[in-house]
């Protein structure tokens, strides 16, 4: 079955770093959509970074030039690296991924991971 583990989560002041790490199993790794989702206390669960397997990628306006996606396809794994860090940034991040072009609605993402928790202190 498929399998997404998160890592890399902590908590760090405003203006740090963090990178996260996703390790995806149980399925073909390069041929699926991989995604980044966050969820905040009392908030939607919102898309921040989608990387389709044909190498497109797009951010959420709130961290476009800060966040940075990746994915190393040989190592099944899954990066979201974090910089200039904010206290709205604060949340459970999420891996996701699919099987088809990367959905715009986090309902139509197929797998999910437990998630990793992000908390920045200003």
């Known amino acids: 079955q498929v399998q997404l583990v998160e890592s890399g989560g902590g908590s760090v002041q405003a203006g740090g770093s963090l990178r996260l790490s996703c390790v995806g199993s149980?399925?073909?790794?390069?041929?699926?959509?991989m995604a980044w989702f966050r969820q905040a206390p009392g908030k939607e669960r919102e898309e921040v970074a989608a990387?389709?397997?044909?190498?497109?990628?797009r951010y959420a306006d709130s961290v476009k030039g800060r966040f940075s996606g990746s994915r190393d396809n040989a190592k099944n794994t899954l990066y979201l690296q974090m910089d200039s860090l904010k206290p709205e940034d604060t949340a459970m991040y999420y891996c996701?991924?699919?099987?088809?072009?990367?959905?715009?609605?986090?309902?139509?993402?197929?797998?999910w991971g437990k998630g990793t928790l992000v908390t920045i202190s200003s």
């Open positions: 996701a991924a699919d099987p088809g072009r990367c959905p715009r609605l986090g309902y139509l993402m197929n797998y």
């Open positions: 149980g399925y073909t790794f390069s041929r699926y959509c």
């Open positions: 990387l389709g397997s044909d190498g497109a990628t």
